[in-house]
């Protein structure tokens, strides 16, 4: 391309595009150096990271779904809880109700009302049971949550040294403030613990503590626990917490087991 003539009517256009052009020119060169030098320095990964840049450039951009990042399964509806009772007549013709939850299907006993009622209770490990002290007669009655019902009681103690039986109600006629049943707890789903002024008929009040076998109905008391005044506490890894004349502590388990 020649140089044009100063004195052409074009001459200052045409210089002014020849530098634009030439401009153009040398930065092309210089991005191309740049390049070029950067790949011998980087080698690979330059040009992993070139290739990148390009791939994201050409990819259409896709717009987040909020509604759908942020959907989240929605909870199952909780199934309804039903309270309902088993109606118990007492001794003394007062009714008290033994209530229970009712969730998909299963049942579990939750309290005895009226709470005012003077009526001791023990619920079960797994809710399915309840055992009731009817105070009036000192009877032990067992519910189940289907309103199966078995009378825990003994009805009378056999002295063997004796040969002699003496039956729970002519004691208690004889003594009224005698202890023949006391506070009822489970231990676990088949084994009742209560205390007891069993197996003596003195003046003197000392309690011991007794087991239930619930399947069997069998009872059997554990003499070594003892004591003027003797209280159950909570049921433990170790069995259930049992605390004589307000210092002595021991656990009982389900077996007749004794710990400290």
Known sequence: MGKPSIFSREYNRKMKRRKRLKTVTLMIIAVIS??????????????????????????????KDKDKTEETKPDKQEAAVIEKNIKVTLSDNSEIGLVYEEKDGVKKFKYVTPSEKNTEYTIS??????????????????????????NLTL???????????????????????????????????????????????????????????????????????????????????KGLKVVIDNDKIYYLSADGTISQ
Do not use: C, M
């Open 34 to 63: 740049v390049l070029l030098i950067l790949l011998v320095l980087k080698g690979p990964s330059f040009a992993r990271w070139v290739n990148s840049k390009i791939n994201s450039s050409n990819s259409p951009v896709i717009p």
């Open 125 to 150: 490990p797994s809710e399915k049971s309840i055992v009731v002290r009817d105070s009036n007669t000192q009877e032990l009655l067992y519910y189940d949550v289907e309103g199966v019902k078995k």
């Open 155 to 237: 009805e009378s103690y056999y002295a063997g040294t004796l040969n002699k039986d003496f039956p729970k109600d002519d004691i208690l006629k004889e003594t009224p403030d005698y202890l023949w049943h006391g506070t009822p707890v489970f231990i676990d789903d088949n084994t009742l613990a209560y205390t007891s002024q069993l197996p003596w008929f003195t003046r003197k009040k000392t309690l011991y503590v007794w087991l239930i076998d619930i399947s069997t109905g069998k009872h059997r008391a554990v003499d070594r626990l003892n004591g003027e005044i003797l209280k159950f506490d909570r049921v433990e890894d």
